[in-house]
T-cell receptor, first 115, second 116 residues
Framework: AQTVTQSQPEMSVQEAETVTLSCTYD???????LFWYKQPPSRQMILVIR??????QNATENRFSVNFQKAAKSFSLKISDSQLGDAAMYFC????????????FGSGTRLQVQP | DAGVIQSPRHEVTEMGQEVTLRCKPI?????LFWYRQTMMRGLELLIY????????DSGMPEDRFSAKMPNASFSTLKIQPSEPRDSAVYFC??????????????FGPGTRLLVL
């Protein structure tokens, strides 16, 4: 079974600084997809960024980028120029290419942004 | 475009009552997912539909839970009878599945259910 581990329950960053959230996963599949979702206090689950396992190039979305290390099964999220609105729970998620189409989520990292 | 719409946003009910959660997926999407979020178990898939057909309901906790998708723009998740342990946030998500695996699930705002 696939598992997703987020080892940092809480992180804090100063406004305008950079922070990296860690995620590791375990799978025997070769084709899969990885995601970071953001959950602010409103509880909405918002897609932040997506990475296909077959792509070596790391995904980037504006201030958000990932460091995808397939051999190490690591998928970290870097937030540059942190803003107060980035404060939220961040969930790493995995889905395999075939079979059951269930996202497997990590336990989440709560990010605080200090003004 | 409107995102996934869920109603109600909050529901408080008493044990034993029937609860119906509703979801309208993003227009044009062909897959719909129901997830549940609790402190103890995190986010878990309950059931998903592809082209209105239930594909996998192995995550449905027990027979008290049922889900339907009568058409491409509407789905319900029903709990009858409800129990306090059903208290959770229930999310609906939808996606457009074109090729194998090439999809992203977009979530609705969730329904926060409290069963007293």
């Amino acid at each position: 079974a696939q598992t997703v581990t987020q080892s940092q329950p809480e992180m804090s960053v100063q406004e305008a600084e950079t922070v990296t959230l860690s995620c590791t996963y375990d799978t025997s599949e070769s084709d899969y997809y990885l995601f970071w979702y953001k959950q602010p206090p409103s509880r909405q689950m918002i897609l932040v960024i997506r990475q296909e396992a077959y792509k070596q190039q790391n995904a980037t979305e504006n201030r958000f980028s990932v460091n995808f290390q397939k051999a190490a099964k690591s998928f970290s999220l870097k937030i540059s120029d942190s803003q107060l609105g980035d404060a939220a729970m961040y969930f790493c998620a995995y889905i395999k290419d075939t079979g059951r189409r269930a996202l497997t989520f990590g336990s989440g990292t709560r990010l605080q942004v200090q003004p | 475009d409107a995102g996934v719409i869920q109603s109600p946003r909050h529901e408080v009910t008493e044990m034993g009552q029937e609860v119906t959660l509703r979801c309208k997926p993003i227009s044009g999407h062909n897959s719909l997912f129901w997830y549940r979020q609790t402190m103890m178990r995190g986010l878990e898939l309950l059931i998903y539909f592809n082209n209105n057909v239930p594909i996998d309901d192995s995550g449905m906790p027990e027979d008290r839970f049922s889900a339907k998708m009568p058409n491409a723009s509407f789905s319900t998740l029903k709990i009858q009878p409800s129990e306090p342990r059903d208290s959770a946030v229930y999310f609906c998500a939808s996606s457009l599945r074109r090729d194998r695996g090439r999809e992203t699930q977009y979530f609705g705002p969730g329904t926060r259910l409290l069963v007293l």
